[in-house]
């Protein structure tokens, strides 16, 4: 997979406030030509987890990049922390990002925000905002505005309230959960059955492996999100 650098962020909605202001139901939105990856800017934040959804579709739609651009997977945030936690990463935690300016502000003097210690890192994974991801406990809609849930090849269903059983009843190795569990006034279960990763620029004991549950709606501040690409061969 390839994994979004930073936090995604908008040309002209990142500063708005109005909840769900992307106004995204379908894999057309015109509102996906304004998505940007990009360093020094306000991430996108104040969408429930469809309009996120379907956003990132409708850029892969308009752009028709080779490959699979879709909403970060929970299980897909778990590949990333893990890889940075070894030896092939920064083998430590990334500082936090203490705003909601992607990279910190200043990327090239913020490397130890980034999931290698150097440029060539994924940043914004601890702090600026929490992100959601795709994983979902059976199947719920929760606050967001889906219909219904999309192909099951986009999100984690986890069929337990209980993490360490969350996996048709046994753990998610490698989805960053009960194994290495760090989860901020846990409380998974179907009234928050979606996943916000990663800790705010206000958590400054978040981490990378930081969890908190969340109904999935688009009336906070907190949350935001990250695209990934899965290429073609």
Same mark, same amino acid.
């Given at each position: ?21 992307? !106004? ?91 999931? &290698? ?26 606050? &967001? ?23 048709? !009843? ?47 709606? !688009? ?15």
């Amino acid at each position: 997979i390839w994994v979004g650098k930073f936090e995604t962020s908008h040309t002209t909605l990142s500063a708005s406030r109005d909840a769900n202001n992307l !106004g995204c139901s379908n894999n057309n939105c015109a509102n996906a030509d304004g998505l940007r990856i990009l360093p020094n800017v306000e991430s996108l934040r104040w969408n429930d987890v469809s309009n996120f959804f379907y956003v990132t579709q409708s850029m892969d739609n308009r752009l028709k990049i080779p490959g699979d651009l879709h909403m970060m997977k929970n299980s897909e945030w778990g590949a990333t922390a893990y890889l940075s936690q070894s030896k092939y990463g920064k083998n430590s935690q990334p500082k936090i990002n203490s705003n909601y300016i992607t990279g910190g502000g200043d990327y090239v003097l913020n490397v130890a925000q980034s999931t &290698t210690g150097n440029i060539t890192g994924i940043y914004d994974m601890v702090g600026n905002s929490w992100e959601y991801v795709m994983g979902v406990l059976n199947k719920s809609l929760g606050k &967001t505005l889906f219909s219904s849930l999309p192909d099951e090849k986009y999100y984690n269903n986890y069929t337990s309230e209980t993490e360490s059983e969350a996996c048709n !009843g046994g753990v998610c190795y490698g989805h960053g959960l009960s194994e290495v569990l760090s989860c901020n006034n846990c409380s998974f279960n179907l009234n928050n059955p979606y996943f916000c990763r990663g800790a705010s620029s206000v958590d400054p004991a978040g981490s990378i492996f930081s969890i908190v549950p969340n109904n999935g709606g !688009g009336s906070g501040e907190f949350s935001g999100f990250r695209i990934v690409l899965t290429p073609t061969t």
